[in-house]
Each structure stands twice: as structure tokens, then as C-alpha cells.
């Protein structure tokens, strides 16, 4: 049985990868498994064990649900518990393929450079101590077992939202060996591929309802189902370094040049997200549908998403205007109940992906940007969280309530907040308007 060893093993793996797989899997030929890694927390594991991996996918669409029945893991290992498991099954064999969800924040890179940030704590100490802890040091580690055992090859693919998010990992474990003196440069260039990905479906984190009307619906006391909306999307570089699961046959799309629709994805989707999210909240709702259904930050999303579409390669271009009709579609589902809060979560990492870029594309042309709107939002929202002592859910946090203890004034604080997004950023504008929200 060949096999995939996917790190980060959260919903959108679940409701993703696995779903995929399985679908593949159902029309016979070879049954893929999935071992999945959870990094740290063994919460996934533990409800997961119990029930022998299985698990319900609900599928939300207005006015339909269905719930299908998930059994595509054979097993759940948390790494901070057995280390040596996790480089085992990279390292196996009957591994080809190595799947990751580890969010933005997860590959440490530096935001300044785009490379590996080896300087960082996290990072300095696991190279330090020679024992993986991140996703990257995991990876490194699988893959000097794997040359030393038998040197087969794998297919290596990062299915988190970032730009060429293929050769940013690859460009990532080449930083990692150099770091920590591991020299696989051979085996990695003739064996080991990266390719490129997109990856699409909007899925909220699970609620004790979600619980409940799995019970009550199936009979199935699920500790751990995943919603998600009918809507999927995958599309991967046609770059395999060997064996993968019947994919294609299945609605995944292999591709020669990935990178204009995850440009279009990141800009469009998760841009209008993160406006959402924040403008969002400031305006006191809880879930996107409430928010996309609020008029005046409707045509704030109106007005990103046309920004944005200018910036885009143009073999998308033509396709922009039926995507975001689309995409307002799917914010408007009701039923899914996303909240606002998951997205705006890590939003200083986010948004140098879905918006600076656009902002720096479309800067020089002056005028007004609502991609600048939504960095003021950004801030607005953060320094409200500050404000008001509440918890700031970023891997810069500690960062934040550092500078607001120690700022003089606000617009001091939203200066120096600012610049952890971006130091290059022109803050007067950003933060004359962010105190400007603020206030009303
Ligand atoms: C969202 C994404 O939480 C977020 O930041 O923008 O998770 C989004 O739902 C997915 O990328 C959709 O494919």
C-alpha cells in the first residue's frame, strides 16, 4: 500500500487532501493511506484514535447537507511525543508522497528576506540540539533517513497559502541543511520534487453544534467531524518525483504553471478574507456570511477584489470576473457559519501574501486603494484587541504588547505595530486612518 505521510493534520487537511484521497481511492487500483503528524498537540490524535480515524465530512451548501463518512488514516503520530516515528514514516519506503498544512506562521521564514529564519529561537534550538521540532527540521531529518536507507524518491508538497509555495519549501529545507550542516543536495535534486500548489475550500473550525447534529443525523458520536462547503478546488504542478494517488481522475488539476492560480486565489479569496475578517469585526459582526451581506464593506470587498484582478497574470485575467461572482457566492453560505476571528488570526503573516503585494503593484499608480484600507483595518482591528486587553491571536503578539506597553500615544503604538507588517511601509496614511476607524 503506498502512502502519504501529510504534516499538520487539521480540518483542512481532512476536508481536502483526505477527501481527495479517498474519492481516488474508491475507483480501485491502488488504496492510498495517510499517516497523519500532528506537530505539538495531541488533541487531534486523541479523538481521532477512539474512533479508529474515522470521521464525518459535512458539506454544507444553502440548502443541502450531506455527511460522508471519512476513513483514509491508518494512524495519527504526534511529533512532540515520538520524533523518531515521524522520521520513520518520512523515511519508509512505501512513503512517495509527503503532504503539508502547517499554516503561514508554521515554516518560520523571515519576512524580509523570504528565506529560512535560522536566527529564530524555535529554529536555532532544534538545529542547535540536531532533533527536528518544525515541520521544516522533520522534513530534513525524513529526508537524510530516506537518502541513507535507500534513497527513493518523494514528492514533497506544501499545501499552505503561499505564494510558489513549492520552491519557498524547497528554498526552505535547502536553508535548513545549510543551517545545520546536512549536505542531501544530490539525492534532493535527481529524487525529490516540490511542486507548486493551489489549494481551495473554505473550512470553519468545528463547533460542539457541528457535534450535536452529527449525533442527531447519523447516529454517529463523531468527536471530530469537519464542515466544509461543496465547493473544491486543487490544483498541483505537474512535478511528481514518483508515484500519486489517481487524483486527476477525481477533479484535482495537473498543471504546467500553477503559480497564476494560486496568485489569483491568494489576491481574490484570502485577501477578500482577511478584508472581510477585519472590517468585519470592527463592524461587530462574528461570521462571514454576516459580514459579505453588510452593504458597505460588500463594496469594500467589490472594490479589492477588481484592484486586485488588475495585478494578476493574464491567462487569468478574463477568468477574474466569474471567480469573484463566485467567490461572493460561496462568503454568502449560510451555513457554514465561518467566523471572522479563524481568519483574522495571523493576519501579520497573511497579508504579506493576499495584500501587500498588490498594494506594492498598484502603489505607484497613487490614487485611493482599498488594499491599503485593508492594511488601516488591519492595524485598527489589532490595536483595538490591545486596547482593550484581549488577546492577539499572531505570532507577533508578544511583539504587539510590547510596543502598546511601551508607546507613548496610540499613534505611536500604531507606528511601530505598522512597521511588524512591514518596515517599509509609509505609516502616516496607514495610521491616521487606523486611528480614524478606530474612533468611530
Ligand atoms: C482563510 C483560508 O483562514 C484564512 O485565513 O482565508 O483558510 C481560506 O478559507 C482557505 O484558504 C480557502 O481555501
Same mark, same amino acid.
Given at each position: 500500500m503506498p502512502g502519504i505521510v501529510h504534516l499538520g493534520i487539521g480540518n483542512f487537511h481532512r476536508a481536502h487532501q483526505a477527501w481527495y484521497t479517498q474519492r481516488a481511492n474508491a475507483l480501485g487500483g491502488d488504496a492510498w493511506h495517510i499517516t497523519g503528524v500532528s506537530l505539538r498537540r495531541p488533541t487531534m490524535r486523541d479523538a481521532m484514535e477512539p474512533q479508529d480515524y474515522r470521521y464525518t465530512l459535512v458539506i454544507k451548501s444553502r440548502d443541502a447537507t450531506r455527511y460522508e463518512r471519512m476513513k483514509i488514516h491508518d494512524t495519527i503520530l504526534v511529533a512532540s511525543e515520538d520524533r523518531e516515528a515521524v522520521v520513520a514514516r518520512i523515511a519508509d519506503p512505501r512513503t512517495a508522497i509527503v503532504t503539508l498544512t502547517v499554516t503561514e506562521k508554521g515554516y518560520h521564514i523571515d519576512g524580509e528576506t523570504g528565506r529560512l529564519n535560522a536566527a529564530s529561537p524555535e529554529i536555532a534550538a532544534e538545529i542547535a540540539a540536531s532533533v527536528p521540532r518544525s515541520a521544516v527540521g522533520f522534513l530534513v531529518h525524513g529526508l537524510r533517513a530516506r537518502q541513507a536507507d535507500h534513497g527513493e524518491p518523494l514528492t514533497v508538497i506544501c499545501c499552505d497559502n503561499l505564494a510558489g509555495n513549492g520552491r519557498v519549501l524547497q528554498s526552505l529545507v535547502h536553508d535548513y541543511m545549510a543551517a545545520a550542516a546536512i549536505d542531501l543536495t544530490g539525492y534532493l535534486a535527481e529524487r525529490v520534487a516540490f511542486p507548486n500548489t493551489m489549494v481551495d475550500r473554505i473550512v470553519p473550525a468545528t463547533s460542539d453544534a457541528l457535534r450535536d447534529e452529527v449525533q442527531r443525523e447519523t447516529g454517529f458520536s463523531d468527536a471530530s467531524p469537519v464542515s466544509t462547503e461543496a465547493f473544491s478546488e486543487w490544483v498541483i504542478e505537474d512535478r511528481f518525483a514518483g508515484s500519486r494517488p489517481a487524483w486527476d481522475a477525481v477533479g484535482v488539476t495537473i498543471v504546467k504553471d500553477v503559480v497564476p492560480f494560486e496568485l489569483r486565489k491568494l489576491r481574490l479569496l484570502n485577501g477578500a478574507h482577511s478584508l472581510l475578517a477585519c472590517a468585519g469585526l470592527m463592524a461587530g459582526h462574528r461570521y462571514v456570511h454576516e459580514a459579505i451581506a453588510d452593504r458597505a464593506i460588500r463594496e469594500r470587498v467589490d472594490r479589492l477584489m477588481?484592484?486586485?484582478?488588475?495585478?494578476?497574470?493574464? &491567462?487569468?485575467? =478574463?477568468?477574474?470576473?466569474a471567480y469573484c461572482d463566485a467567490l461572493i457566492d460561496r462568503f454568502a453560505n449560510p451555513a457554514l457559519n465561518h467566523e471572522l476571528a479563524q481568519i483574522a488570526a495571523d493576519g501579520s503573516i497573511k497579508l504579506s501574501v493576499r495584500i501587500l503585494p498588490v498594494l506594492s503593484a498598484l502603489e505607484a499608480s497613487g490614487g485611493e486603494l482599498e488594499a491599503k484600507e485593508a492594511v488601516a483595518f488591519w492595524l485598527a482591528f489589532i490595536l483595538r484587541q490591545l486596547e482593550a486587553g484581549r488577546e492577539v491571536a499572531d505570532p507577533k503578539s508578544e511583539r504587539f504588547v510590547r510596543i502598546y506597553a511601551e508607546a507613548g500615544s496610540q499613534q505611536a503604538a500604531a507606528k511601530d505595530v505598522l &512597521?511588524?507588517? =512591514?518596515?517599509?511601509?509609509?505609516?502616516?496614511?496607514?495610521?491616521?486612518?487606523?486611528?480614524?476607524?478606530?474612533?468611530?
Open positions: 477588481a484592484e486586485a484582478a488588475t495585478t494578476l497574470p493574464s &491567462s487569468v485575467q =478574463d477568468s477574474a470576473s &512597521s511588524c507588517l =512591514d518596515p517599509t511601509l509609509v505609516a502616516d496614511k496607514f495610521v491616521e486612518r487606523a486611528l480614524d476607524i478606530l474612533s468611530r
